[in-house]
């Protein structure tokens, strides 16, 4: 004990490290003593999650929370926590399963809360909870590993849809349109990139949406391709018409490609510059 109390003895990286066996064979005085001295060892700014990875075991064997609380006080880096959930994931789930939890309780800034969740989520993907974290993880920080963790754990399409409805993360946007795509939803897709509609936007969903929605699709490359004519004249608008059809044709919609070029030939007479370029 007098040697673990030395401030420069390290802390042994093995399963079965000096303290935890001091621990289990001290009286009462002693822990007392073992305690101060690892939670000084927990308070140095390192990297080690060892000492948090005995506490925990001590902690958990003896249902002494106030040492884990106290540990979580000294050191709340949740980098160096979940460290210590890996470390115990590989020999001692339930341990790291109930630290997970344990920590999600006490953390209060959102997004360690966050990074949490996601931990769990991976450890332990088949926790009922696991499906709940999914969802409130899509809403806040979407990502398509969770919406495809949602979908093979048949979670409702619609529960799915409202969750990233309910996002107000700019990525949650472009995952529904996706979602309602890959789910073959194209009229949902459609109204949503209807609003704020650009050319490159329109272009990047071009050969995700042909041939399914060629109607919309035309309309939509009218539209822009419109507005964008009536302010732009001279070689530089011909140059990015031409490009986007050329582009229509490397995706193999190669009939809405020619019909385009038809009606801008026959509407857009008056850009000569664009109109030589069509041929």
Same mark, same amino acid.
């Given at each position: 004990i007098v040697q673990f109390n030395e401030p420069s003895y390290p802390f042994i990286h093995s399963p079965n490290n000096l303290f935890e066996i001091l621990y289990s064979k001290s009286d009462h005085e002693q822990r007392i003593a073992l305690k101060e001295s690892i939670l000084k060892k927990v308070g140095r700014k390192d990297h080690n999650p060892i000492p948090l990875v005995a506490i925990t075991r001590q902690s958990m064997r003896f249902e002494d929370e106030r040492l884990l609380i106290a540990a979580f006080e000294l050191n709340n880096d949740t980098s160096r926590w979940l460290a210590a959930v890996d470390v115990l994931h590989a020999t001692q789930r339930e341990m790291a399963h109930t630290l997970c939890q344990w920590l999600m309780r006490r953390t209060k800034d959102e997004f360690w809360k966050n990074k949490i969740m996601d931990r769990f989520w991976s450890l332990f993907p088949d926790d009922p909870n696991s499906t709940v974290h999914a969802l409130h993880l899509l809403a806040t920080q979407p990502e398509e590993k969770y919406l495809r963790f949602l979908? /093979? &754990?048949?979670v409702s399409m619609e529960i799915i849809v409202d969750a990233l409805k309910d996002s107000k993360h700019p990525r949650s &946007? =472009?995952? #529904? %349109?996706?979602? *309602? %795509?890959n789910n073959h939803w194209y009229e949902e897709a459609t109204e949503m990139l209807n609003e704020g509609l650009t050319l /490159? %936007? #329109? &272009?990047? *969903?071009?050969q995700k949406l042909w041939p399914h929605q060629a109607t919309w699709l035309d309309e939509a490359y009218k539209k822009i391709f =419109?507005? *964008? #004519? /009536?302010?732009?004249?001279?070689?530089?608008p011909a140059i990015k018409i031409q490009n986007t059809l050329a582009y229509l044709h490397m995706v193999k919609a190669h009939t809405l490609a020619e019909n385009l070029q038809k009606w801008i030939k026959k509407t857009f007479q008056d850009h000569t510059s664009l109109t030589e370029r069509l041929g």
């Amino acid at each position: 004990i007098v040697q673990f109390n030395e401030p420069s003895y390290p802390f042994i990286h093995s399963p079965n490290n000096l303290f935890e066996i001091l621990y289990s064979k001290s009286d009462h005085e002693q822990r007392i003593a073992l305690k101060e001295s690892i939670l000084k060892k927990v308070g140095r700014k390192d990297h080690n999650p060892i000492p948090l990875v005995a506490i925990t075991r001590q902690s958990m064997r003896f249902e002494d929370e106030r040492l884990l609380i106290a540990a979580f006080e000294l050191n709340n880096d949740t980098s160096r926590w979940l460290a210590a959930v890996d470390v115990l994931h590989a020999t001692q789930r339930e341990m790291a399963h109930t630290l997970c939890q344990w920590l999600m309780r006490r953390t209060k800034d959102e997004f360690w809360k966050n990074k949490i969740m996601d931990r769990f989520w991976s450890l332990f993907p088949d926790d009922p909870n696991s499906t709940v974290h999914a969802l409130h993880l899509l809403a806040t920080q979407p990502e398509e590993k969770y919406l495809r963790f949602l979908r /093979e &754990k048949d979670v409702s399409m619609e529960i799915i849809v409202d969750a990233l409805k309910d996002s107000k993360h700019p990525r949650s &946007k =472009n995952l #529904l %349109i996706d979602f *309602y %795509i890959n789910n073959h939803w194209y009229e949902e897709a459609t109204e949503m990139l209807n609003e704020g509609l650009t050319l /490159e %936007i #329109l &272009k990047s *969903y071009t050969q995700k949406l042909w041939p399914h929605q060629a109607t919309w699709l035309d309309e939509a490359y009218k539209k822009i391709f =419109n507005s *964008y #004519l /009536e302010q732009h004249m001279g070689p530089a608008p011909a140059i990015k018409i031409q490009n986007t059809l050329a582009y229509l044709h490397m995706v193999k919609a190669h009939t809405l490609a020619e019909n385009l070029q038809k009606w801008i030939k026959k509407t857009f007479q008056d850009h000569t510059s664009l109109t030589e370029r069509l041929g």
